[in-house]
């Protein structure tokens, strides 16, 4: 016992020293020096290379361009939208629908909705790691429902480069002003995008200083102090690289080695090929082949058919697990990347889909709702009361909102909505969740329902989805009571 307690403190196998194996310079380790850098100066080093490699990659590389679309679909879906928390219904009512009007026009460019931004504010998480909204006040005379409306900056428009001292003294690190406290007070965008060969326009200065105010940054902060995003893609950029150019190397070796059906040997080279010899122009004969030919060769003359080597019964699996690999990097499932469901089934998928709906849960609350809805939400609704769209009597009761996400479409949902009715008569949850869960606001439910069945009640038709029936809506006429045997 006593020796076993003096090599612990000797720094044995179970003692301290084994713990700290990873600081050592041993021979396995003497090789690995990575220098001690803060992922800022990372960042401010090799941003604009890792940016432009990851843009061409999603265009070019199919597994990485099918896993940013299922990155943004699964983060946003139709849309990260707002349930008002206000008390008074009409007023609630009122700022929903106005709302609801407004993100028709919200994109400043008029190419899609607010919901539209959200899902290129995901690309772009995905492809650059941020994505910059710029918020733009218009005039009343625009026509707008709410003079307000975003515009949508890429994240090469802030210079990775403008690193300096601002003439007021401010530290501007990245393109980011800093005041003396660590606050952003401005970001310097350029003019024009430095990869945009359309736009010829000469602008001096290349750079514009825009308030903090009126710029809302989104990036998911991997380290403390982080100031500008990595791209989502960046763990799994080599090997999508890599494994693409390995691809394109074996399928152009089977088809060169499947052009050459055949090669004719000869004891005498003087001697004429078999059949007829196309002259190439450059002194080589070539016999053709034809289907269902048969060729009686002259005496010493031999056939040999080409037989290209396969690519071998470890090519698969070597997919396999390059593509688990590069899912693990990106942080999706597998079937999400490749499209390939052959080794799944239910309990496969949904286990794997709940690990992955806690990440993308913590994007949608932490990033998007943070950084980008609520920002939003306020400035709305501060342009709304400014130019008279909205009467808000106290504004701080009308900013607080709770938003809700997209819904998640399960493998089976027939089982899931049976737990949910379950949960609810059970008292473990309430309606409201519910059916939040599925991505709508309970009021807005509970108004088409009610207006359902007042039409329906109208028009003298009765729905039954009873468990003991024939599962569906199934409308059925309702007859008209007799005045005389109302009477009797």
Known sequence: MFDMLRRREAGGPSGVRARLEGAMSRRRLRGWQPPLENINSLVA???PRLLARSRELVVTNGYAANACEAYAANLVGDGIKPSSLIEDPELRDTVQRLWLAWTDQADADGLTDFYGLQAMIAREMFVAGECFVRIRPRRAEDGLLVPMQLQLLQSEMLPFEKTETAANGNAIRCGIEFDLIGRRVAYHFRRRHPGDSTDRSSVIPDTTRVPAE?????????D???????PHVAPAMVRLFL????????????????MFAGFITKNAPEEALMGEVEDTGEGIGIASLEPGTLQVLLPGEDIKFSSPADVGGGYEAFQYRTLLAISASLGLPYHLVTGD????????LRAELVEFRRRIGQLQHGVMAHQFCRPVWTRWLEAAALSGSLDLPDMAKAKPVHWIPPRWDWVDPLKDIQAQ???IEAGLMSRRKAVEATGYDIEEIDRE????????AALGLHYSTSPGETQGARATPVKPADPEEQQQ
């Not at 403390?224 to 995003?229: C, D, E, K, S, V």
């Not at 469901?341 to 496969?348: F, G, K, L, M, T």
């Not at 329902?449 to 329906?456: G, M, S």
Request: hydrophobic share 35%.
């Open 243 to 258: 494994l693409d150019q390995y691809d394109d190397a074996e399928l152009d070796r089977k088809k060169t080695a499947a």
């Open 449 to 456: 329902n009610a207006a359902d069945a007042e039409r329906a």
């Open 214 to 222: 009126d710029v809302l940054h989104i990036y998911r902060p991997i």
């Open 224 to 230: 403390a102090g982080q100031i500008r995003g990595l």
């Open 45 to 47: 080093s090799g941003g």
């Open 341 to 348: 469901v052959r080794q799944a089934n239910y309990s496969s």
């Open 421 to 423: 009715l379950l949960g």
